[in-house]
């Protein structure tokens, strides 16, 4: 590599300002369009993951983004190559995740004559990402890169699309790389927390409520002194379950899909919810009715590290411009009210989680995926991560798996199908000594499932568990309240997916009860590869506390 006093070409300055921001590690599907970076890449230091489809290496890129805090890496061709890797864009903008995508562009002088993969980044991109932009002078690379860096990181995180025309790679890049990318972290004011403490002592059913990104393991151990010393209730995003310990006593729950009816009526009795670090979407507010918008109908503290979020959907009684870390670490040092008078809520808040997340309801079928997660609570270490995409299988995640450590769930708020293969290939990539479990729906899997290949090209020994239900579960769901017993475009035929392991050279084991389950996952970790445990699931068994007959037959009376 050049040195920065010696000219280099664009392609080797972009590689040398990744390297000196400290990234290790790019996902990737080749393309022509940025052959000089390829080269560049080869002696670079960086490792490189080849992978079978961009949107299976945009989502790698993403849980490595999710994981880290720092912007995933991921490269891809022009045109269709782009296009594919918009799934993985969409997921980090949603997730406030930082990422950067590289994508090859046409040469500069065929711009607007429709040549060959040609498309406009900013037009495409714009709209699903923090910035959309392309580098047409090649002296500006380190210029751009950090900025790319700085964006995706800043603020609330996400996507940055950046992309490289072809014959721009080729040409000299003269002068220094940019000094690397350090993270701006806003603070709360004397005042705010003063606020705070006051409303908090006024309160008499306060409630916590954690979510978004830019979480650190000091933010976690922050907030559970906090809540050793407020005894206030806390519960979880959708999707953002590792940022409280389930077994501490202030524990309430996950307020996202299928959530605890108990959980979401002692929000809704809340006089004061602090939502820290979470934008209070969609799901969390259980389809935004949790609270008044624009006015919420008790008072709200929102904080949140983007200000434009503050006030974009709900007005707050205080608002605040804070990273979790240094929230968390304020929240931390104010001193406890003498009275905590919602301490009893706070225990018969916990007591209920503990039941709801029990195996309480026996599942049609040979297999019954809550005790399956209760098995994995308890067989697989504190420190393995969970990984997966979407489809009704994964209530059976959010309500009995219990994730005891920071960073141990791996799944897209978005709601994306077909994360949990390649996230598991890029968190494996990323901690190669750690458990990494995909687990996935049959739908789900079969959307990137091309991606076990590059588990077993890279040697990166996941387990996939793949629960069959021979149908698009979640939708089939929908289907039956809505129009019962008109089943119209979900049902699937599955192929043998412990055969589909063998094939690529994995491990495959097929599971047709729930007794089964131990000896084949404990086969599955100790083969070595890459591996799949195919579940065969009841297609009625359809969530933990319905199932698709009982659906069909109470829509039916309700006609």
Known sequence: MSSDTQARSAASALVAQLAANGVRHVFTVPGESFLPVLDALYESGITVTTCRQEGGAA???EAHGKATGEPGICFVTRGPGATNASAGIHIAQQDSTPMILFAGQIERGQRDREAFQEMDYRAAFGPISKWATEIDDPARVPEYVSRAFHTATSGRPGPVVMALPKDMLKEACPGPLAAPWKAIEAAPG???MAELAALIAAAERPFLLLGGSRWSERAYADIRAFADRFDMPVATSYRRLPLFDPLHPAYAGDLGLGANAKLVARVKAADLLIVLGGRLGEIPSQGYAVLGIPNPSCKLVHVHPGPEELGRVYVPHLGINAAPSRMAAAMAALPAPAQKPWSDITRAAHAEYLDWSEVATPQPGGVNLGEVMVHLREALPE????CNGAGNYAAWIHRFFRFRRLGSHVAPTSGSMGYGVPAAVGIKRLYPD?????LNGDGDFLMNGQEF???????????????DNASYGTIRMHQERDFPGRVSATDLRNPDFADYARTFGGFGVTVETTAEFPAALAAARASGVASIVHLKISTDAISPGATLSAIRSAALKGR
Do not use: N
Request: hydrophobic content about 55%; some cysteine; proline content about 3%.
């Open 453 to 467: 290949a590059t588990a077993i090209q890279h040697d990166l020994p996941i387990v996939c568990i793949v629960c």
């Open 434 to 438: 750690r458990t990494v479990i995909s």
């Open 190 to 192: 004397a005042e705010e």
């Open 59 to 61: 989502m790698m890129a």
């Open 383 to 386: 420190d393995a991560i969970i």
